[in-house]
């Protein structure tokens, strides 16, 4: 019912007005006095609304085409920044894990949850030994603190040894297999996205050279998810 009055109301209207003019016009001819003026008058407001009316409708509909092809733009230009920024975070880890003087580097790309209401940084991006990274740093922890303010104050934390020289919120775990560590914040002007890192399986495996390269793929990381558009719920603020 509903779709059948939406495309029969202009037709409709406009026999009504056809109609309406055709009346004024007959029984104008006979009319005299004010019932003359009124009766034309009426015959000549039906002949301006059915030359408006159209018009308007027309309008209405290349107005709406508008906004649909514009959204459509939109949506489509939307799409491909995002496929594009994945492809950028994807090869970000995999060019940081291939970079590094280490036979079997691991990197990894960590974000904010958009699912959590706090602060919680999980691994989304992973690139070099084939196990995964699982550790999720949250806010209220002795971790998850420690790494925040790592990365708010845009600070980088390289650890040659695990064993030897803990930082700041380690949390032991024996099926840890790499003993050296790099993370570098990911950010963009004062924003801060997120974490990139890379370990390896011995001590020596890492380097300050390779401290560089992190901080070089962080900051294109970082540049392509402030570009990334729609924006991210950022990390935190410096």
């Known amino acids: 019912m509903r779709t059948w009055v939406r495309n029969s109301w202009f037709p409709m209207l406009m026999a009504t007005l056809a109609a309406t003019t055709a009346s004024a ?19 000549i407001g039906s002949i301006a609304a059915a030359a408006v009316v159209p018009i308007v409708r027309n309008s209405r509909r290349e107005s709406a085409t508008a ?25 970000g880890v995999t060019v940081a894990a291939g970079l590094v003087d ?6 990894t790309l960590y974000h904010l949850d958009p699912a959590s209401t706090g602060w919680r940084l999980v691994p989304t991006n992973n690139a070099g ?12 922890t002795d971790a998850g603190d420690a790494v925040r303010a790592m990365v708010d104050g845009d600070e980088i934390v390289y650890c040659r040894d695990i064993r030897q020289e803990q930082p700041l919120g380690w949390v032991a775990d024996p099926s840890r297999s790499y003993r050296t ?10 924003e801060a996205f997120g974490m990139l890192t890379v370990n390896a399986l011995e001590p020596d495996d890492l380097g300050d050279e390779d401290v560089s390269t992190m901080r070089v793929i962080s900051a294109v990381l970082g540049a392509a998810l402030a570009l990334g558009g729609p924006r991210r719920k950022h990390v935190g603020g410096r």
């Open 129 to 140: 030994r084939s196990d995964q990274a699982r550790t999720v740093f949250e806010e209220g």
């Open 67 to 91: 906004r649909a092809d514009e959204l459509a733009v939109q949506v489509r230009a939307a799409a491909d920044r995002k496929t594009l920024t994945e492809r950028v975070l994807t090869l």
């Open 25 to 43: 016009g007959l029984i104008g001819r006979t009319a005299t006095g004010f019932g003359f003026w009124v009766v034309n008058g009426l015959a």
């Open 181 to 190: 560590f790099i993370s570098v914040p990911v950010t963009a002007g004062d």
């Open 102 to 107: 280490a036979v079997r580097a691991r990197s």
